[in-house]
């Protein structure tokens, strides 16, 4: 007749396990890309409705407008300071830094304070447009309810 055998499951092997571990933590840690600009311009951001995080943070320039340490109006594109007149090679040169997939799906996130002259915005704008640049989007926080 049949017998039954009495197998017992095998315990699982663990002792790779923190290798992998730290393989793969070594993985996300070599292509997450981390950026932080060092604002030099003082603003403060405007409060909106209708506000998104950017998805693609690979392809995004910030560009700052806020008032520097004189009190004049100042623009930085993302670590340094530039005059509006060099505004369009500005973004030119961060964009030969990108990759070409995102240099193609560039994004500039403009970030200016909520005082802002609606002309340097403009001249701006058409400074981004001489760059090429033509997806912009303007940066500000979300709007409690009791504002």
Known sequence: MFRRSSHEMPGLNLASMPD???????????????????????????????????????????VYIGKGGDGQWQIQVNGQLTELQHLSDAINRERKRMSAENAERLTVSLKADKKTPMGLIADVKEALQQAYALRVNYSGREMKSEE
């Open 20 to 62: 992998l571990i730290f393989t793969v933590l070594f993985f996300f840690m070599l292509v997450t890309h981390m950026r932080d600009d060092e604002v030099r311009v003082r603003y403060e951001v405007p409060a909106g409705t209708e506000v998104r995080k950017l998805e693609q943070k690979a392809s995004v320039i910030n």
